[in-house]
């Protein structure tokens, strides 16, 4: 990314109420120094947005202890830096191997140590007590054909026994890296809403969302710039926006901060009910040409194999922003248009499946038989890319 993205990323974050960016670092990588000088030196341009450094044990290996101790040291003093309690926040990705590292360099840095240890998870945590200040799940999507729960996350909350817990939140997963043994997908579906809804209802001390830019796995919400996306990824990340994900964000994130409710009086961020179509869908059926070797679930970890169309289910997705109540309608191609109610300010989320329906999408807010907001988003097709389903999705928005 160039300083300019940086800064246009940073500014498109505090828009949508984000405070900063957990910065993934691996320590073969031989830019990461000036990486992280543009990172800073755009959060410090811009102001408001604070950066924290999480270091990644699965890429490359484990990081040396002396280079963490440098780059915590190193960055700790800018005014971009996150801190929490006094002291410097530091995050990383698997490496509960190296747990015991950790003694030395937070007596090196005196940084808040919150990990993310999904090869550790939240039972086994406990063990580790001494060492953490807090902990971050990476248990972020559902296994199988269902919905995410909150278990997972309670079990955290409660192994850690009254320290920080980071609550993870992702829109959606799927990937296909062979280079990296990389083809599976989770379900995703109506996922933003509802994780929204449950972070609103937990409360926890911090979220973390997975993620603004990992585009390999499709779960990013940022803009997508075309010298990150990882080879062989740009065949379902091209022409697949997610930005208009980020509509929702001001909505979701001032309910959390406000516990459950979302003020539009706020002098600080002039939220107001105006009527907002999102909507978000694959654009083509499960059934439409083959899977390319995608399973729903991820194998390597040993979960069941599913196919990818029973996890990833044929339906527009579609969430709606209204100050009174409203009439939504949905239509797929010539169909028959769906139509809900939308009861009252906030917001609102539906799905409509397919039901053999393909052709443009179009979306409607209705109240007092005046359309207050629509929508047109790209034709659910059977024709495939290369004969391959793409089973990242379309994300758009009404103007």
């Known amino acids: 990314m160039t300083p300019e993205q940086w800064e246009s990323d940073i500014i498109e974050a505090r828009r949508c109420h984000i405070d900063g960016f957990a910065l993934n670092i691996a320590p073969q990588d031989s830019y990461t120094d000036h990486v992280l000088e543009n990172a800073y030196n755009a959060a ?30 190193t960055f700790r003093d800018r005014s971009a830096q996150y801190f929490y309690q006094g002291r410097p926040l530091v995050s990383t990705f698997v490496g509960v191997s190296n747990a015991a590292d950790w003694v030395d360099i937070k007596r090196a840095t005196n940084c808040f140590f919150i990990p993310s240890w999904p090869d550790c998870g939240p039972a086994a945590i406990t063990s580790h007590l001494d060492i953490i200040d807090g902990a971050f799940s990476w248990d972020a999507w559902p296994v199988g054909a269902e919905q995410k729960n909150t278990a997972s996350d309670e079990h955290w909350m409660q192994s850690l026994a009254g320290r920080p817990y980071m609550m993870p939140v992702s829109p959606w997963f799927y990937t296909n890296l062979p280079q990296w043994n990389k083809n599976w997908l989770w379900r995703g579906d109506d996922l933003w809403h509802y994780r929204w809804e449950q972070v609103v209802k937990l409360q926890p001390a911090f979220i973390q969302i997975i993620s603004w830019n990992d585009y390999g796995e499709s779960h ?15 065949r379902y990340c091209f022409g697949h926006p997610h930005d208009a994900w980020r509509v929702l964000l001001p ?14 009086n706020q002098p600080r961020h002039h939220l107001s009910f105006a009527d907002k179509i999102v909507y978000w869908y694959r654009t083509n059926p499960s059934h439409a040409g083959s ?53 009252g300010a906030g917001v609102h989320h539906w799905s409509v499946p ?39 999705c379309y994300v758009g928005s009404s103007d």
């Open 44 to 73: 410090e341009r811009v102001g408001g947005f604070t950066l924290l450094l999480s270091f990644d044990y699965g890429s490359g290996g484990p990081w040396p202890v002396d280079r963490v101790i440098h780059y915590i040291n």
């Open 220 to 234: 990013y919400i940022g803009p997508v710039h075309e010298a990150g996306v990882p080879e062989g990824a740009g």
């Open 251 to 264: 909505y979701y994130i001032d309910a959390y901060r406000n516990g459950g409710v979302v003020d539009s």
């Open 291 to 343: 899977a390319n070797g995608t399973t729903g679930n991820n194998l390597g970890v040993g979960q069941e194999e599913l196919p990818p169309g029973v996890v990833s289910q044929d339906k527009v997705f579609v969430s709606v922003i209204v100050g009174t109540p409203s009439e939504i309608r949905i239509q797929i191609g010539g169909g028959t248009p769906h139509v809900v109610q939308a009861g």
């Open 354 to 392: 397919f039901d053999g329906e393909t052709g443009t999408v179009k979306i409607w807010i209705v109240r007092e038989q005046q359309v207050m907001a629509s929508a047109t988003g790209p034709a659910i097709t059977e024709q495939c890319q290369d004969g391959n389903v793409n089973w990242n």
